[in-house]
């Protein structure tokens, strides 16, 4: 065979095993190619893109400005999950027994949704899965602290 044919052959072969570890990362949704070993610093070209008061704007020219927007990103989180514990709060209310506060069902579809949620907007699906399930794995310990807290 010769070289340059199994050169690519080598190279589609790899091709492929790195579009399915992607896919089995970030989900069918995400394509992507691999990256060397050793890549230059920095690399590639920016891949996130957003509208500033309609100028189209690409981000980003360095890692101090990418840890800005993250720490950001990070404090919007938080002010979600104070949100949802308040619901998870009263939610507690309605529930008249101990046992009615963790729902293995409702879990599940709830990261059912999270899921599919993921594959529509662009998420990894990984991402997606794990943060709502930290969030699930938080919210019932949360949740029996306070049903406990109003037993009489």
Known sequence: MPFLLVAFLALAV???????S?????????????????RPVPWGTPSVHFSSNGTP?????????IRT???DI?????????RRAAYVREATRFKSTRASVNVPSRN??????????????GVPVTIARAA???ILN???????????AYVE
Request: glycine share 4%; hydrophobic share 35%.
């Open 57 to 65: 704007t690409t981000c980003c020219d360095s890692l101090d400005e």
């Open 74 to 82: 990070d404090n919007e989180i938080l002010s979600l999950l104070n």
């Open 69 to 71: 927007a993250l720490d």
């Open 108 to 121: 599940e579809a709830v990261l059912k949704q999270a899921e599919q949620q993921a594959v529509e907007i």
């Open 22 to 38: 992607t896919n089995t990362c970030y989900g069918s949704n995400v394509i992507s190619t691999p990256s060397a070993d050793h």
């Open 14 to 20: 790899a091709g492929s095993i790195a579009n399915a």
């Open 132 to 134: 709502m399930g930290a």
């Open 138 to 148: 938080s919210s019932v310990p949360f949740e029996e602290c306070i049903f406990d």
